[in-house]
């Protein structure tokens, strides 16, 4: 079997105990009102139903709780939190980022953040900095 097939199981079997638990608490609901019904209050304002059993409040939570384990054991594999493991994955070839081809940039070098300092429309002050360096060296030989 896959690795899908088994929480595919126990989310089909957990909905069918939730289905249950949803009707076993309808039907609790129709003979309480049905009871109360026949036998009228002293005060002549109708009550509510009781509170649910305990078996049906408790096959409710576990079937609740047995659906939220096949829901997260039957999903994708999460990527890495860490920025350092995913940049290894991407620059290793294994992961293609949105716009990013892994295999190429892998090639040429390009790491994550290559594209941070290629930017054609951003200032670049240390190169500048040292042209005016250069600038005031020349006027002072002057």
């Not at 408790?58 to 350092?84: D, Q």
């Amino acid at each position: 079997m896959s690795r899908s097939a088994p929480s595919k199981m126990l989310i089909a079997f957990s909905s069918l105990l939730l289905a249950h638990a949803c009707y076993s608490a309808h039907e609790h609901s129709l003979l309480s009102t049905v009871s109360q019904a026949a036998t009228p209050s002293s005060a002549g304002i109708p009550t509510t139903g009781s509170s649910l059993p305990l078996d049906i409040t408790l096959e409710t939570l576990i079937s609740v709780a047995l659906l939220l384990v096949g829901i997260v054991s039957s999903g994708c594999e999460l990527k890495p939190i860490s920025l350092r493991k995913w940049a290894g994955l991407l620059e290793s070839g294994r992961v293609a980022a949105e716009g990013v081809d892994a295999n190429s940039a892998k090639g040429k070098g390009k790491g994550l953040f290559d594209g941070l300092e290629e930017r054609p429309g951003f200032l670049d002050v240390r190169k500048q900095r040292k042209e005016f360096a250069d600038w005031v060296k020349e006027q002072g030989d002057s």
